[in-house]
């Protein structure tokens, strides 16, 4: 059975990968698991139709038989779990990789994501500019701890797991900042991330998505 995600119809992010359907795109490339995409747009999601697949109205879901699932974190376990690849088999091991998954989103993801939101809605107050150094001292703690414990590794802990996906999706919401730049181990991470073929094909069927709608945009515009 063919399962299908739930992505942005028109991403705010314009194509940069930054939407979390990116990493349920990625995790299923890096499985080899073929998958369909139904495109919401905002007004959509509010709908009660998205809303019982996901009660916050929000991206991405899951849908596969009678299986329906949100969070993404959630979706990349059931995705890992099913198949080889993105877990050890050894369960010592395949339980410190889920630990690193937890890690990425409860820890590095939150103040990494109130910056991106601070950025975005909070510019004009009169309070960003100290709220922005708050924001930052705290990414700053974050990732000198983490940059400490990757230190020459290639990966969090052995192989490649779902533990990195996950943390490099995170991280990578500060490509081009000077945060990750102060942490070049960090930085190479995130690089090697994105540089398996896996992410490459995730990345650009997102891109395909908000390309696609930016040329019907375009087409419509010369219509009227
Ligand atoms: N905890 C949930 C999960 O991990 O699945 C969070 C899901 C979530 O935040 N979804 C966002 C959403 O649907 C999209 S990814 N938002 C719509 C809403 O809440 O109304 C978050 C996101 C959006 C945009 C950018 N960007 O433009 O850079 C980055 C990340």
Do not use: C
Request: glycine residues 8%; aromatic residues 8%.
């Amino acid at each position: 059975m063919i399962p299908i995600i739930t992505a942005f119809e028109r991403s705010p992010d314009r194509g940069q990968g930054q939407a979390r359907d990116m990493r349920v795109r990625w995790a299923l490339e890096e499985v080899g698991q073929p998958y369909d995409v139904r495109l919401v747009s905002f007004e959509a999601m509010r709908e009660p139709v998205h809303l019982a697949l996901q009660p916050f109205g929000q991206i991405p879901t899951w849908e596969e038989g009678d299986l329906t699932l949100f969070e993404s974190g959630a979706i990349v376990l059931h995705i890992a779990e099913r198949h080889a690849g993105l877990l050890p088999q050894d369960a010592n091991a395949r339980a410190r990789a889920i630990a690193w998954m937890f890690a990425a989103l409860n820890t590095m993801e939150p103040p990494i994501f109130d910056r991106t939101i601070a950025r975005i809605l909070e510019r004009d107050e009169p309070w960003y500019e100290q709220r922005l150094a708050v924001l930052e001292g705290r990414i700053r703690k974050r990732l000198g701890e983490l940059a400490a414990r990757l230190g020459e590794a290639d990966w969090l802990d052995g192989e490649f797991s779902a533990g990195d996906l996950l943390m490099v999706t995170v991280l990578r919401r500060l490509n081009g900042s000077e945060l990750l730049e102060e942490q070049p181990n960090l930085a190479a991470y995130v690089a090697r991330g994105e540089a398996r073929p896996a992410f490459g094909r995730a990345f650009d069927a997102q891109l395909a998505v908000f390309t696609a709608a930016s040329k019907r945009e375009s087409g419509s515009g010369g219509r009227i």
